[in-house]
């Protein structure tokens, strides 16, 4: 039963604790829906208080019906929700949507969330969801991080995100919502080959079901784990060794560590000034190596948004240019 697999994801990665409160994020479609109405049947055992909340984009001309659909929902259920609008389309500027949009909605979600005081933000991302961003994040390029995957918990800006439908199979989640007879709203541009995810769920990962792997799926959600539990342990030890520099970045001691471990610091120091190590990429890493290596002081490496790492006679000093 698609409920009890949700119950044992929610208890092996510890996501939700009696009485908390949730905001769910709801966009309408199937996972966002099914994750929903599965939360909701969990209410009462776990002591849950849950919160509806959905973003109208408008990047599509029906959009709103989105919302019109997500509100029906609440009131049926019971549930209180909020809603907000917003152009995407006019804030990418000639950026890459995608990143916008998920940008603009976490930011929405922030902010109910911080406004109801809400424990956890649930999303309803899926295994399959999961194996399609570890073969986009292969074929770009990644590291460890990278492998990783989206995490069932991972804690954004202060905020917890959970993810309880990360072991379910989005076949299971159209079934599920079948025999409850309950119609989601349908993005039709998932169904077209328009961005690199959609190319790798409708192409790429049929094909390796097919002529490769039936289990692929779950061989790449196995991958991300695993790789999960690798990387917080290495980025453990990174933040120790940090904290012995006491916030210095000191030479001396960056030479004396082990590479991987030196990476992740680097890391570290880019995502304190940016916020966020995205667009950080495996060339910016070895120019950073090859400044603490081979460079002469006051050599400087600019990275993407603005940041620039310094050497210094005794330090590498990151800055906002």
């Given at each position: 039963?698609?409920?009890?697999?949700?119950?044992?994801?929610?208890?092996?990665?510890?996501?939700?604790?009696?009485?908390?409160?949730?905001?769910?994020?709801?966009?309408?479609?199937?996972?966002?829906?099914?994750?929903?109405?599965?939360?909701?049947?969990?209410?009462?055992?776990?002591?849950?208080?849950?919160?509806?909340?959905?973003?109208?984009?408008?990047?599509?001309?029906?959009?709103?019906?989105?919302?019109?659909?997500?509100?029906?929902?609440?009131?049926?259920?019971?549930?209180?929700?909020?809603?907000?609008?917003?152009?995407?389309?006019?804030?990418?500027?000639?950026?890459?949507?995608?990143?916008?949009?998920?940008?603009?909605?976490?930011?929405?979600?922030?902010?109910?969330?911080?406004?109801?005081?809400?424990?956890?933000?649930?999303?309803?991302?899926?295994?399959?969801?999961?194996?399609?961003?570890?073969?986009?994040?292969?074929?770009?390029?990644?590291?460890?991080?990278?492998?990783?995957?989206?995490?069932?918990?991972?804690?954004?800006?202060?905020?917890?995100?959970?993810?309880?439908?990360?072991?379910?199979?989005?076949?299971?989640?159209?079934?599920?919502?079948?025999?409850?007879?309950?119609?989601?709203?349908?993005?039709?541009?998932?169904?077209?080959?328009?961005?690199?995810?959609?190319?790798?769920?409708?192409?790429?990962?049929?094909?390796?079901?097919?002529?490769?792997?039936?289990?692929?799926?779950?061989?790449?959600?196995?991958?991300?784990?695993?790789?999960?539990?690798?990387?917080?342990?290495?980025?453990?030890?990174?933040?120790?060794?940090?904290?012995?520099?006491?916030?210095?970045?000191?030479?001396?001691?960056?030479?004396?560590l082990h590479p991987a471990i030196r990476r992740l610091i680097l890391r570290e120091a880019i995502a304190g000034v940016k916020g966020?190590?995205?667009?950080?990429?495996?060339?910016?890493?070895?120019?950073?190596?090859?400044?603490?290596?081979?460079?002469?002081?006051?050599?400087?490496?600019?990275?993407?948004?603005?940041?620039?790492?310094?050497?210094?006679?005794?330090?590498?000093?990151?800055?906002?240019?």
């Open positions: 039963m698609i409920i009890n697999k949700v119950k044992a994801t929610i208890e092996r990665y510890r996501l939700i604790a009696k009485n908390d409160k949730v905001l769910v994020a709801v966009s309408g479609g199937p996972d966002s829906v099914a994750l929903l109405y599965i939360l909701n049947g969990l209410k009462k055992e776990l002591g849950l208080k849950l919160h509806i909340a959905h973003l109208d984009h408008r990047i599509r001309k029906d959009s709103y019906r989105d919302r019109e659909f997500v509100e029906r929902l609440a009131g049926r259920l019971k549930l209180p929700i909020t809603t907000a609008q917003l152009n995407v389309k006019k804030l990418a500027k000639g950026g890459s949507l995608e990143e916008i949009c998920r940008n603009a909605r976490l930011g929405f979600l922030f902010r109910v969330a911080r406004q109801i005081k809400a424990d956890k933000i649930a999303l309803g991302h899926n295994l399959d969801d999961q194996a399609e961003t570890v073969l986009m994040r292969i074929l770009r390029g990644t590291g460890l991080y990278g492998l990783s995957g989206i995490l069932p918990k991972r804690n954004i800006a202060g905020h917890q995100i959970i993810r309880p439908l990360i072991g379910l199979k989005r076949g299971e989640i159209e079934t599920y919502l079948k025999r409850k007879r309950i119609r989601p709203r349908i993005d039709t541009s998932n169904l077209e080959d328009i961005y690199f995810r959609n190319k790798i769920r409708n192409r790429l990962l049929p094909l390796l079901e097919k002529k490769y792997n039936r289990n692929i799926k779950e061989i790449l959600s196995n991958m991300a784990e695993s790789a999960g539990y690798d990387y917080d342990y290495l980025q453990s030890l990174a933040l120790m060794a940090m904290k012995r520099m006491k916030g210095r970045l000191s030479l001396q001691r960056l030479l004396k966020s190590t995205r667009r950080i990429t495996f060339q910016h890493m070895r120019e950073m190596e090859d400044l603490l290596l081979n460079r002469p002081v006051n050599s400087i490496v600019d990275l993407p948004k603005g940041v620039s790492v310094v050497k210094k006679k005794t330090t590498l000093f990151f800055y906002h240019r």
